[in-house]
């Protein structure tokens, strides 16, 4: 799961990051709003949690900008503010749960999980480029209908390559994407577990094509 938190708390920022990740979860943080509709079209994510207090454009106008590009992420508002006219007005302007400051950790994450869950029943749970499918509920791969064999390190870059098909990938971004990694994995760790899914997703009609300089992009093959 790969959640965006926009927070201008440092203290907050680093409290809550920390306890998201130690759920496996790869979250980014901004302290302004400004760049978040862009961040929401240019990658996957599957939780905006945002603050209210922004400096700049506030979460509210931030909350507007990404609903009026209809960006379907799920939004959780953050925010010392308990007045219910503020929690009306976010729930009104498309936030999808509401926490007042402060929080218990335990409830965020609790939220966080419900909130991505019920947003993926709304989806499939099956990704198809070319001739390869990923069933991201099994966590199963196939090319033709036939089980591709994956090591849990290669199912989970791969689960995250299928979901950003056609954009390109940084290798810290894919260093992030596996539970199975420890902290601080080398670059040639990585780059032997690419090799290899390379070779095993190409008879499927896909490609994972080195990007000099930027990453990596997943393709299909013309």
Not at 168 to 188: L, P, R, T
Request: charged share 30%; hydrophobic share 45%; aromatic share 4%.
């Amino acid at each position: 799961m790969r959640i965006l938190l926009v927070e201008d708390d440092d203290q907050l920022v680093e409290t809550t990051a920390r306890a998201l990740r130690s759920q496996g979860w790869v979250v980014d943080c901004t302290a302004r709003g400004e760049p978040v509709p862009r961040s929401l079209r240019e990658d996957a994510y599957d939780l905006l949690i945002l603050d209210i207090g922004l400096a700049g454009i506030d979460g509210f106008e931030t909350l507007r900008r990404v609903r009026a590009e209809n960006l379907p992420v799920p939004v959780l508002i953050l925010t010392a503010r308990d007045a219910v006219e503020d929690r009306v007005r976010g729930l009104e302007g498309g936030a999808d749960d509401y926490l007042v400051k402060p929080f218990a950790l335990t409830e965020l994450i609790a939220r966080a999980r419900a909130l991505v869950r019920r947003s993926q029943a709304r989806t499939s749970n099956q990704l198809q480029l070319a001739r390869l499918r990923a069933d991201l509920e099994a966590r199963r791969a196939f090319i033709d209908g036939e089980p591709l064999p994956l090591s849990a390190r290669e199912w989970d870059v791969l689960g995250f390559l299928m979901a950003r098909a056609g954009k390109v990938v940084s290798k810290e971004h894919i260093a992030m994407a596996s539970n199975a990694w420890e902290q601080g994995v080398s670059d040639n760790a990585i780059e032997v577990c690419l090799s290899r899914l390379r070779a095993k997703i190409e008879p499927g009609g896909v490609r994972l094509r080195t990007v000099r300089g930027l990453g990596y992009l997943l393709e299909e093959i013309a």
